[in-house]
């Protein structure tokens, strides 16, 4: 007596990741404002040194470093989720009554609840505790910088010379793509395959790296026609 035993393929392999969803910018006065204002605050300040730059490029770019920082990792304290920060799931019980909550009810998949806060003091204590922002900076600093600055090289910046310039160069672009990227999404690899790979939904922090990154490119490619 023989049987036949089926494998249903769906059930050995594995599943695909899933893409992670696009980052939202804090719902609250102060970040809705800051949002808007930061990226005239920062192209007023590369606007108000731009003959300094064009002149000379490493004091000029060294000397709005530090100021550069310091709007980033206010615009990502004020205005971003930190990494991890997801809304609060409470599964509902049949018969179950919702109990009022101070803020927005969304009804979720497989009967889940998802609480959605308004103006609630997590968001307010971001503003005191920015110690994500900090780290982000740090990790911005020690491991974007030096990729971004051997990728400029990669893509034609000088390898004997100029090395102040491509450094400072790739530190500006580290600081306005990389950094709040970090603060939303830590360091998980497959989130970072995803960016590289531009499968990540476009959404406010995606949107600067595409845009930091394609302005810096098409920014270069006119260099080759002043000679």
């Not at 003091?121 to 505790?129: A, D, G, R």
């Not at 499968?199 to 810096?216: C, F, K, M, R, S």
């Amino acid at each position: 007596m023989s049987s036949k035993v089926t494998i249903d393929a769906s059930a050995t392999s594995k599943p695909k990741p899933s893409t992670a969803a696009p980052i939202e910018p804090l719902r609250n006065d102060v970040a809705r404002l800051y949002t808007y204002m930061h990226p005239a605050v920062v192209l007023s300040m590369y606007a108000y040194r731009f003959n300094a730059i064009v002149a000379d490029p490493v004091p000029a770019l060294l000397s709005i470093l530090a100021p550069l920082a310091v709007l980033q990792i206010a615009y990502v304290a004020v205005c971003l989720p930190p990494t991890g920060e997801t809304p609060k799931v409470k599964k509902s019980k049949p018969g179950e009554k919702r109990r009022h909550t101070p803020g927005k009810l969304e009804s979720g998949v497989n009967g889940t609840i998802v609480v959605r806060a308004h103006n609630l003091p997590i968001q307010q204590s971001k503003l005191m505790c920015p110690q994500p922002a900090f780290l982000s900076l740090l990790l911005t600093a020690l491991a974007a910088t030096p990729l971004l600055t051997a990728t400029l090289i990669l893509f034609g910046a000088p390898v004997t010379t100029h090395h102040l310039h491509t450094l400072l160069c790739g530190a500006h672009i580290a600081l306005l793509s990389t950094l709040p990227l970090v603060y939303v999404y830590g360091v998980n690899g497959e989130t970072w395959r995803q960016i590289v790979a531009l499968l990540l939904p476009i959404d406010e922090v995606y949107g600067g790296l595409i845009g930091t990154v394609l302005g810096a490119w098409l920014g270069a490619v006119p260099i080759p026609l002043d000679w």
